[in-house]
């Protein structure tokens, strides 16, 4: 079966760095995505990545080893606003994305 | 700019009582849109997908139904609502495939069966 683990819940501290992990076991590979999720709203889009190594984008940034089956969020300068659940979802070789059941991020002052 | 619109917001509903959540894009042609749904602490499931109007690909078989009556417009409905059917419903759409580009989702519905 498709499968998505990531831990279903971390606790950073503001102004700290936090890396979420994710990893996959798919029918085949099409990119990786990763959403974030505020408590009660829809998940918004934050990076994609289809090749291998990492894609920056401000404060965050998204690594992949496809040969793993690995990837993670990296969070720096952490936030109040960063707490929310993060999602990973893989796209498979049918181009229908698998989702994880999200990590959900806790910032502490 | 395009936006997505779903409602209602949240509903509670009896056992057995029908519904129809509905779903529109603004500012974008020919969308592909979805239904999905989101449990407490499992990932969202894909229910519905379409590519165009009154075509409808399900995922999961079950008691809900989808209908596109128009481009932009995407609806959910059951007949007859099971406990099951308890969850956060979201609405989303895509340009061309997804795996060209990313989700846009909806404000989310969530639906309490009592």
């Known amino acids: 079966g498709q499968n998505i683990d990531q831990p279903t819940e971390m606790t950073a501290t503001e102004g700290a760095i936090v890396q979420i992990n994710c990893t996959y076991q798919t029918s085949g590979f099409n990119g990786l995505f990763w959403y974030q999720q505020h408590a009660g709203e829809a998940p918004t889009f934050l990076s994609y990545n289809v090749l291998d190594g990492l894609e920056e984008k401000g404060r965050f940034s998204s690594f992949l080893s496809r040969s793993k089956g690995y990837s993670y969020l990296l969070l720096k300068e952490l936030q109040m606003k960063d707490s929310a659940s993060y999602l990973c979802?893989?796209?498979?070789?049918?181009?229908?994305?698998?989702w994880g059941a999200g990590t959900k991020l806790i910032i502490k002052p | 700019s395009q936006t997505i619109h779903q409602w209602p917001a949240t509903l509670v509903q009896p056992v057995g009582s029908p519904l129809s959540l509905e779903c529109t894009v603004e500012g974008t042609s020919n969308p592909n849109l979805y239904w999905y749904r989101q449990a407490a602490g499992r990932g969202l499931q894909l229910l519905f997908y379409?590519?165009?109007?009154?075509?409808i690909s399900s995922e999961v078989p079950q008691n809900l139904s989808a209908s596109r009556p128009q481009d932009r417009q995407f609806i959910l409905s059951s007949k007859k609502l099971l406990l099951s059917d308890s969850g956060f419903y979201l609405c989303?759409?895509?340009?061309?495939?997804?795996?060209?580009?990313?989700?846009?989702f909806g404000e989310g519905s969530r639906l309490t069966v009592l």
């Open positions: 989303a759409w895509s340009v061309g495939q997804v795996h060209t580009g990313e989700l846009f």
């Open positions: 379409s590519v165009g109007i009154g075509q």
């Open positions: 979802a893989v796209l498979d070789s049918n181009y229908q994305l698998i």
